[in-house]
């Protein structure tokens, strides 16, 4: 708890100084973007729960497909001369329900998992093409699981969430008038012992103001909490396609 605390009020700093940024420019001119997007990705690495549950997952998204519940997933995006805003928000919910014997006895087994990631960072551009960016990523975990058998029903959950504070650079390049690409890349750490994002995208524009995206991305998390009981642990990397539609004012 202390860790992510000392994190968010280090985020908050740096919020401030780039709002102080954004107050001097005010007289730019603005350019906003705002899109919806679906990442279909995968997920390998370990999940751990109370001390003792620590399991390797190895899963693409086809293997996911058929237990996603609800997915969805919003970016936002306001640059001016030299500074930059992006949010980011995606949200996935997961579920599953299996046969199990316990002590002989038939058993049903209900799994859920659901995972929020918000993003707030920004950025300074120092060209047209090659910005330096300071983000901060929130990432809430609830899973749980309820066995229902002849004699009822028993259910337990663990709920985490942590901050990470990001630092890193993204590349953006128009190519003629109707394609335009980026690359970027960030590491970070604070809720996480170690993590890092990745993400190389390819976009053509339908019009003036639409555009569709695809990109390949990459987030991998190495988050160890508590102890005991409580103890929670995730490491993991989810990788996968991304796809999208934009609309830029």
Do not use: C
């Not at 046969?99 to 995972?115: C, G, N, R, S, T």
Request: proline share 1%.
């Amino acid at each position: 708890m202390r860790r992510t605390l000392s994190t968010f009020i280090t985020l908050a700093v740096f919020m401030a100084l780039g709002l102080n940024a954004t107050v001097a420019t005010a007289a730019e001119d603005w350019h906003y973007e705002v899109g919806i997007y679906g990442w279909l990705a995968g997920i390998e690495g370990t999940i751990g729960v109370a001390d003792v549950a620590e399991e390797p997952v190895d899963a693409t998204f086809d293997d996911l497909l058929s237990h996603v519940d609800f997915a969805m997933a919003g970016h936002f995006e306001a640059r001016g001369t030299k500074v930059v805003w992006i949010a980011d928000i995606a949200y996935t919910g997961l579920g599953s329900e299996q046969d199990a014997e316990i002590l002989k006895q038939p058993v049903k087994v209900d799994m859920d998992l659901d995972q929020w990631i918000v993003e707030l960072g920004g950025g300074y551009q120092v060209s047209s093409k090659f910005d330096i960016i300071l983000a901060g990523r929130y990432y809430d975990i609830n899973t749980g699981a309820t066995f229902s058998d002849a004699a009822g029903e028993e259910s337990g959950s663990v709920s985490q969430g942590w901050v990470d504070v990001f630092v890193g650079a993204r590349y953006h390049a128009a190519f003629g008038e109707k394609w335009f690409g980026s690359v970027r890349g960030d590491i970070g750490a604070g809720g996480s012992d170690f993590a890092w994002f990745g993400q190389l995208l390819l976009g053509f524009n339908i019009s003036e103001h639409f555009g569709a995206v695809a990109s390949w991305r990459l987030l991998s998390l190495d988050y160890n909490g508590d102890e005991g009981s409580s103890y929670f642990r995730y490491d993991v990397t989810q990788s996968g396609l991304g796809l999208g539609l934009g609309y830029r004012f």
